[in-house]
């Protein structure tokens, strides 16, 4: 509980004392006045006692409302309705938007889906059918059936009638659909247009004939772009034959953009960041394979520092400034790599080629302004310019490498079908660290061998 609001707990606790002191129509009456998120975070929250008390006095619409709301993982809504008898929780799933149903029953055991969908109207079984067997993360998996479709040769007075009639069991009011006898999708009308139309023009006068709509196996990253782009508050969803199958509702996409924006957090940290209080064993067991891989990639960069042994023995000093190079490379590199994905999240692939020689520009103007200054501090710290000059120059090679594998991998991992996502902070600091060794030491050999000799 806490990360519920003040203002809900307050809430919360007063629905309790409410309940405790069996005044229910006091509390049913408070509990209908709240907002529906209010509602949602209220009922999850309440104990099993509670709950059961409030369940019996809410009517199947009004528990229907609040299942609707509610904001957590299908399967944990599965065990709410579990409180309920079989009966009951069909009926209120029968009356919950379609995409919320989908979302439930598509995680649910075979034996349970089984006995919910026979519980359900034969129409109403086989449209819940349809819609979850969708892939997930498509624009079928997010769709809603409720929506409001009028002929076009109706009325602007006889739409608003219409609208008037079905809007509590639409998904949104804001866009009305123009639909054929076929129910192919002639264009929209939004309420606006409705509202400010004198009532005896034809619908079909005022329809927006240009149709932007998606087909059910389109990835919703996809859709989320759309949306945003277009700035619709829904979309339709047609099959092939543009026939109006549902429409998908800017509050799906504010939450298809949260689980991107987790993916690729979680990617660029290379850990789940959306586990919360999972259990301590099992965020290990999942955190683990990561980190070993990792691991064995720093081993190499120990073993590589280890091949310079005698480099370091002759100049002991140079083993001061590893950690600062290669940090210095992995920041930039991580950088980088956050720009590169960026530009791949919103399908900026055109530009791509010009992203990579930009990348190589800033790489060599960051190395060169870094490098320059540890030129001059190293230099006047150490009293020794060879020295400076070394470091100078391996710390420009090596942000100008970090800078372009940041880029180049997650681009490269993108054109394999892997989420670019994956090509993590944690991996490219690792690999950065191995460039940057080896650039050092290479370049520390040359210099030093060269001076040495001359001497």
Known sequence: MDDIRDEVLDQLKHMQFLIDENQLDDAKKIFLTLHDFEQATIFVNLNATHRHALIKILSDQELADVFDDIDEEPKKIIGLLEELSPKRASHILNLMYTDNVADILSVMEIEELATYLSLMPKDDAEELRQLINYEDQTAGALLATEYLAIEPDCTIGEALQRVKQEANNAETIYYVYVVDDTEKLVGVVSLRDLLTNPDDYLLKTITNTRIISVHPADDQEDVAKMMRDYDFLALPVTDVFNHMIGIITIDDIVDVMDEEAISDYSGLAGVNVDQG????????????????????????????????????????VLAVFISLITGTAGNAGTQSLAVAVRGIALDEEKSMLKMIFTEILIGLLIGTITGLTIFIIVGIWQANWLLGFIIGISMMAAITVANVAGALIPLGMNKIGVDPAVASGPFISTLSDLTSVLIYFSIAQIFLSNFMNHH
């Open 277 to 316: 209080t999972i259990n301590p064993f099992l965020a290990a067991a999942k955190r683990l394979p990561w980190l070993i891989t990792l691991l064995f990639l720093g081993m190499s960069t120990a073993s590589l520092i280890s091949h310079y042994e005698t480099l370091v023995a002759k100049a002991s």
